[in-house]
């Protein structure tokens, strides 16, 4: 079971926007819409940013987004912050009642 | 507010177990999954397995050998064992929670375990 695929960098500028990919499968990404993404600041244990492809939980801020196309999921940030510098990972339910990560993408704010 | 709190031995011999344990406090631990994630040191993070506060659970297909994943609903405790470790099972090691939505919500600090000799 390898993991979803996801780009090792991406930057942007302050106040720009940013996507970040998520590739999976069928048995994954593909055919359900139980997508989450997680910020990791470093020494940081993951916060959830999104869930069910596209939902915010409380208190998220809306610069963040979500959404799915086939077997790939995207996060969107608009408006970069300094402080949305940090890695990023996918997580999907995958058929059989299991999860599987992205390898995670290091966000860098130029 | 729920709040996770990891705790066992930060140095595990070559082919011991593992032994982790999950503290829940501030809210209860029925109607919740309760999962278990690892990060190698410089690495992503890697879903280990779920319980179900009933007691039924699900492991990683590559991990599903070496695992076992158990509750204890009375004392608010989610427990982890990981058989036969090499250095490869080095990592920081995660309590989280999860609903129905499979959204990882709430997280413990995490613990580092170090396998060597």
């Known amino acids: 079971q390898s993991a979803l695929t996801q780009p090792a960098s991406v930057s942007g500028s302050p106040g720009q926007s940013i996507t970040i990919s998520c590739t999976g499968t069928s048995s994954d990404v593909g055919n359900y819409n139980l997508v989450s993404w997680y910020q990791q600041h470093p020494g940081k244990a993951p916060k959830l940013m999104i869930y069910e492809v596209s939902k915010r939980p409380s208190g998220v801020s809306n610069r963040f987004s979500g959404s799915k196309s086939g077997n790939t999921a995207s996060l969107t940030i608009s408006g970069l912050q300094a402080e949305d510098e940090a890695a990023y990972y996918c997580c999907s339910y995958v058929r059989g009642s299991t999860l599987l990560f992205g390898g995670g993408t290091k966000l860098t704010v130029l | 507010q729920v709040q996770l709190q990891e705790s066992g031995p930060g140095l595990v011999k070559p082919s011991e177990t593992l032994s982790l344990t999950c503290t829940v406090s501030g809210g209860s631990i029925k109607n919740y999954y309760w999962n278990w994630i690892r990060q190698p040191p410089g690495k992503g993070l890697e879903w280990i397995g779920y319980?179900?506060?009933?007691?039924?659970?699900n492991y990683s297909p590559s991990l599903k050998s070496r695992v076992t994943i158990s509750v204890d609903t009375p004392k608010n405790q989610v427990s982890l064992k990981l058989s036969s470790v090499t250095a490869a099972d080095t990592a920081v090691y995660y309590c989280?929670?999860?609903?129905?939505?499979?959204?990882?919500?709430?997280w413990g600090q995490g613990t580092m375990v170090t396998v060597s000799s």
């Open positions: 989280a929670r999860s609903g129905r939505d499979d959204a990882l919500d709430i």
């Open positions: 319980i179900y506060y009933s007691g039924s659970a």
